[in-house]
């Protein structure tokens, strides 16, 4: 899992996420190195489980499938990758939770959708920003419009596009408004253009993974994450491997009507400019 998300009553949640290839082999990380929880999985379900979001009760500590939002199989997730019987799909990127009305938001990295559920796990939509796909296809939506970290705050659903990182694609914060806890497209807007990211280079695709915001929602804390172009047995494919060394904590504030870049954290001491994990 990588997403993760606390309701008003105190219940958590947690989203599946499949981008963990191992950049240096199975001979690393070992086979199988990718396998869902077995409440998930519902048997060897590998497929159904990578779009899972768990519930873990606030005062029992049980967990449970709250929802499955829909994945396609994706020959370069193999689930055994000696094998490459089994296929998964890449996953959610992040959930939030609307305090006001206690629904659930998720990214999916499949298709590049915000699918929005009631506290009950009913289905309330999905919400398309950018280019619906025509047909379900295997991997990743494309750059540009693959969706990663979201947080409602404050009446707002706050979400990232994961364009690369670099000096001429950098990554985007966009917003909707949220009247009555339920996503209203037709306020779709750019926030803020993210400046480049110290490591985006073209092996390391940095995405933007999580956010926060301060109590007066003048300040976001920016969470990056680098990806890696590598896929089943270090074949290339399209940036499923996690790579530290490359990303730092960043803070943005609300300053004259607009979010100005205004600090970066290096975490760790590896590379000198970070090497944050994001989330």
């Known amino acids: 899992v990588f997403g993760i998300a606390i309701d008003p009553q105190g219940n958590t949640y947690t ?26 999985r519902a048997g060897s379900d590998e497929l159904g489980a990578s779009g899972t979001i768990y519930k873990i009760d606030a005062l029992t500590g049980v967990a449970s499938v709250f929802v499955r939002v829909p994945q396609v199989s994706d020959p370069n997730l193999p689930i055994v990758p000696g094998t490459g019987t089994t296929k998964g799909g890449p996953g959610l990127g992040n959930i939030t939770v609307d305090y006001s009305s206690g629904n659930l938001f998720a990214t999916s990295l499949d298709d590049g959708k915000i699918y929005q559920y009631s506290p009950s796990g009913s289905s309330l939509g999905t919400f398309d920003p ?38 001429s694609n950098r990554n985007e914060i966009w917003s909707v408004n949220l009247p009555g806890g339920v996503i209203d497209g037709g306020s779709l807007a750019m926030e803020f253009q993210v400046p480049a990211s110290y490591g985006a280079n073209s092996s390391d695709s940095i995405t933007v993974s999580d956010l926060s915001f301060s109590s007066d929602g003048n300040t976001m804390l920016i969470g990056e ?11 290339l494919a399209d940036h499923y491997a996690p790579h530290n060394h490359t990303t730092s904590g960043r803070k943005a504030e609300f300053i004259s009507g607009a979010w100005v870049l205004t600090g970066d954290v290096a975490t760790g001491n590896n590379a000198s400019q970070g090497e944050a994990y994001g989330g």
Not at 225 to 235: D, E, I, V
């Open 225 to 235: 994450r680098s990806l890696r172009n590598y896929g089943a047995n270090g074949a």
């Open 130 to 167: 950018f280019t619906v796909e025509a047909s379900p296809t295997p991997g990743m939506i494309p750059l540009g419009e693959r969706l990663w970290a979201i947080e409602a705050h404050a009446g707002k659903l706050y979400f990232s596009v994961w364009n690369g990182g670099t000096a």
């Open 15 to 40: 989203a599946a996420n499949g981008l963990w290839e191992p950049v240096y082999g199975t001979a690393w990380f070992g086979d199988p190195y990718l396998r869902y929880g077995d409440i998930g």
